[in-house]
């Protein structure tokens, strides 16, 4: 993604001191040796002397932005929600109204209708704070800001936090799980720039998390897994291997109880995570689907990342048992004075692969999966 910012401002000695604010954050921000490490170095191309265009009245922001349109058509696969980072608009807000035909409320109804999700700061002169966090949620912008607060350096902070927040939106809408990492570090790199200096008013993105991610195990849940698995039907070389915790019901049910369960696929999630991260490609991922595990990855990488995860389950799984339970290699249940062997915990998949298709919808994958399992219930490979 390109960095790409615009001002919207009609005084030229605004726009000389607009584009040397925005142009010293910007400058921060890719010399930040953490934000450079996290993503920058991957993800952002930042271009110094053309990331700022700069236009001095409505009508030419509007021809700049259906030009930016053409040249960068939205798609379904587009990481962005807008062609730019960050849009700053001077509005005159002496007028006490909110009409969408007032030239600046009209000129946010152009954005978001261009651009979907415009990350806009509203910039005036006189203050009328009856109308502004009314018009920025009507309109659609995020923030506003006073020029009179420019000595104090809210404006610079303003720009910096919706750029980092745009930047984590974008990490998150590549909707590899990689990313989501970076996008979740990101946001709280955010959330603590913003406590240490309260903003007047702004979105967040913590709902987008909670959309894709189970509260449980952090881990991506079935709507973002459906997503990924429906993406899988245009490719042609992907391995899913679907893992179900063998033993799992009779440990909740007969032994220890649902909390403890509840650790145990805390356990697993992060097993899956860590051997994603560690062993797999860019783009391979890890999530939930129908109350099963996946893991989505090529035919190269997909046995490696297999070994991992039952070497892992295998080492590690003890810590919930007794340690007579671990030694004996099975738990023991008392039942009417006698005994019964409660197998330990086992991790057992399935696997499907681009070659058993073609498949033309994510049942018949996820189909293909379960009875390959069925199947196989009683062995610890596919």
């Not at 450079?36 to 002397?49: F, G, I, W």
């Not at 995020?142 to 902070?157: G, H, I, L, P, T």
């Not at 991992?308 to 290699?329: H, S």
């Amino acid at each position: 993604m390109e960095r790409k910012l615009l001002i919207v401002e009609d005084n030229v000695g605004w726009q000389e001191e607009l584009h040397y604010l925005c142009g010293n954050v910007l400058n921060a921000i890719h010399q930040d040796e953490t934000l450079k490490k996290l993503y920058l170095d991957d993800m952002v191309r930042y271009h110094q002397e053309t990331a700022i265009h700069i236009a001095g009245d409505l009508y030419s922001a509007k021809a700049y932005i259906d030009q930016e349109a053409l040249a960068h058509p939205h798609s379904a696969s587009s990481m962005a929600h807008s062609h730019f980072d960050l849009v700053t608009v001077d509005i005159n807000l002496t007028d006490d109204t909110l009409d969408s035909s007032t030239e600046g409320w009209e000129f946010l109804t152009f954005l978001k209708e261009k651009l979907g999700e415009a990350n806009i700061i509203v910039v005036s002169g006189e203050k009328s704070p009856g109308l502004v966090i009314e018009g920025i949620q009507k309109y659609g912008a995020m923030s506003y800001v006073w020029k009179s607060q420019f000595e104090d350096n809210a404006f610079e902070r303003e720009v910096k936090a919706i750029i980092l927040y745009n930047d984590a939106i974008k990490l998150l809408d590549t909707w590899q799980w990689r990313n989501a990492k970076r996008a979740l570090t990101l946001w709280e790199m955010v959330q603590q720039f913003e406590f240490d200096n309260p903003p007047v008013y702004r979105l967040n993105i913590e709902d987008m998390f909670a959309k894709r991610v189970d509260s449980l195990t952090h881990i991506p849940n079935a709507n973002w897994s459906h997503k990924m698995l429906g993406l899988l039907l245009d490719q042609s070389n992907w391995s899913l291997m679907s893992l179900t915790i063998k033993g799992l019901e009779d440990f909740s049910s007969v032994l220890r109880g649902s909390q403890h369960a509840d650790q145990v696929r805390r356990f697993v999630a992060q097993i899956l995570e860590s051997t994603v991260v560690e062993l797999g490609n860019e783009t391979d991922f890890a999530g939930h689907v129908d109350g099963e595990f996946i893991v989505i990855s090529t035919p190269d990488r997909i046995e490696t990342l297999w070994r991992n995860i039952e070497e892992q389950f295998t080492r590690q799984i003890g810590i919930f048992y007794d340690m007579q339970d671990n030694e004996r290699g099975y738990a023991v249940l008392n039942v009417d004075g006698r005994e019964e062997k409660i197998p330990l915990m086992r991790v057992v998949r399935s696997q499907v692969t681009a070659e058993d298709g073609p498949f033309f919808s994510i049942e018949t994958i996820t189909e293909l999966a379960a009875e390959r399992k069925q199947g196989n219930s009683n062995k610890t490979v596919a």
